[in-house]
């Protein structure tokens, strides 16, 4: 008749040994990055007027405005958004609306 031990095995490594603290910082951790969630272009691949996604935007029509480029369905939906009027929340604004200034409604 054999004898089957139930002894646990030990770990390779004791965690619970270890007395290791990472307070260093690596490096690139010394300053606080600037760029964090600051991508330097943007891409909306949703047509702004009709809501739908487009999938490929090698063959569809875009609009480039500073860091953001967005994409149209059709010439027709991009010229539209193009035309569309400056909303401003307030109708007496004491100066002129600019092209800079938000669209949409």
């Known amino acids: 008749m054999s004898r089957l031990t139930s002894e646990k095995p030990s770990p390779v490594t004791r965690f ?7 307070t260093d910082p690596l490096p690139r951790d010394q300053t606080q990055s ?7 272009h943007l891409i909306n691949t949703i047509d702004p007027m009709t809501g739908n996604d487009i999938d490929d935007v090698t ?22 958004y ?6 401003h929340p307030n109708p007496h604004l004491p100066y002129k609306a600019t092209i800079d200034d938000d669209r949409g409604g």
């Open 82 to 87: 193009q035309e569309m009027p400056i909303n």
């Open 34 to 40: 600037h760029r964090l969630h600051e991508p330097d």
């Open 16 to 22: 619970d040994a270890l007395k290791w603290i990472g």
């Open 59 to 80: 063959s569809h029509p875009s609009l480039i405005d500073g860091n953001l480029t967005i994409y149209f369905e059709t010439d027709a939906t991009r010229k539209a």
